[in-house]
């Protein structure tokens, strides 16, 4: 009897055990998961093929994109300062040939504008406390405002979120008569040499063709004639209106500048490097140039960087954070100079090695990442 009683007692012991057991399970399947353990979240190894990197970190947060050619993995940190791109004889010699423009320099508190004027067109450089710009604007600028003012190169994406990007519009001719693509990238290119500007043969351009651009703008003043009525316009453009957009991208030391400008926890801006022309069929009629640095000595050479996998892995841990249902794809990630402040003298940066990383909604929204190549830090 007393045999029978134990037996009959370590059952009891054991289904115990067992509805313990089932009843843990199921509090931790119901159990929400924190943002701790989100993070430690992977759905799937990376897959890195052809020099395309491809993960799935959760639901809401993937890569899927090509590893730039530019990533150097002993790229240095450098001193560098603004450019003075007051250059009297080329600014002449390129944009009034043959001319002899009014200069008029204004100075105000932290900031500088020196204006070359012949009648209607000007060139004019900006010299601000942070950032230097120089911009050339002829009156033939005006008539071609409303067929592309809506729209932005992918360099201007992050200034101009709400515009549609140039690369996925209307905007479908690859060359037009009067030059081909490659001559107009080859003339562009001239130019900034004469002031010293180095870019990339990462050029962004665009064809525009005057019968699209007469088919837009009727189609705004059909539809929308509130806003055409704010645009100096051509009632018909013709074969002569035509003109290339050319983005380019400044390089310095073998390494291609960002085009961000982001906002730093310090308070101070990193104010990337943008070049943008257009091209017609008499020359140039827009030139805008803002933020070309001349570098200085080395400030510093890291013994290791980090690599694109940590940078995206930064950006997934950042984003994961942040409570939200939306999806993202890290859709392009670019390894480029940022010029970082670290002084109190706002023409002074240190050019850092970063990965800018491109993050595509899939409500159609862009965002950008930068992450310091360096120490692993978001900057922005």
């Not at 105000?108 to 120089?134: C, P």
Request: aromatic residues 12%; glycine residues 2%.
């Amino acid at each position: 009897m007393e045999n029978i009683d134990k037996r009959k007692l370590l059952r009891i012991v054991v289904i115990c055990a067992v509805l313990v057991a089932v009843t843990l399970m199921a509090a931790a399947l119901l159990r929400p998961e924190s943002t701790s353990e989100k993070s430690a979240v992977s759905y799937s190894d990376a897959k890195i093929e052809n020099n395309h990197f491809y993960k799935v970190y959760s639901d809401n947060f993937t890569a899927d994109t090509d590893i730039p050619d530019s990533y150097n993995d002993k790229a240095e940190v450098l001193f560098a300062k603004l450019s003075d791109l007051d250059n009297q004889s080329v600014i002449k010699s390129v944009f009034f040939e043959g001319k002899n423009p009014t200069r008029k320099v204004r100075k105000d508190a932290g900031f500088t504008s020196i204006r070359y004027i012949d009648g209607e067109n000007y060139f004019a450089v900006y010299d601000y406390s942070d950032q230097n710009r120089m911009a050339y604007d002829e009156l033939d600028m005006n008539y071609i405002d409303l067929p592309t003012d809506n729209f932005s190169t992918k360099h201007d994406q992050y200034k101009y979120p709400n515009r549609t990007p140039l690369y996925d519009t209307v905007y479908k001719q690859k060359s037009l008569d009067f030059m081909s693509p490659e001559k107009a990238v080859e003339t562009a290119k001239d130019v900034l040499k004469k002031f010293s500007i180095e870019v990339t043969d990462d050029v962004e351009i665009y064809a525009m063709d005057y019968k699209t651009m007469q088919e837009y703008q009727d189609k705004v003043k059909r539809e929308d004639p509130d806003t055409a009525v704010n645009y100096i316009t051509k009632d018909t453009l013709t074969q002569d209106d035509e003109f290339y957009i050319l983005s380019f991208t400044a390089m310095q030391n073998q390494l291609p500048m960002t085009h961000i400008e982001c906002h730093l926890p310090s308070g101070r801006f990193c104010i990337g490097s943008n070049i943008k022309v257009y091209l017609s069929k008499n020359g140039i009629f827009y030139f805008d140039v803002g933020s070309i640095y001349q570098i200085g000595e080395v400030a510093e050479t890291p013994d290791k960087l980090i690599t694109v996998e940590e940078a995206i892995e930064k950006a997934f841990d950042e984003y994961n954070s942040i409570v939200t249902t939306d999806k993202v794809t890290v859709t392009e990630v670019r390894f480029e100079y940022a010029p970082i402040p670290y002084n109190s003298n706002y023409n002074e940066a240190k050019l850092t090695p970063v990965w800018t990383l491109t993050l595509s909604g899939d409500d159609g929204s862009v965002t950008f990442t930068m992450v310091n190549a360096v120490t692993g830090e978001i900057i922005n």
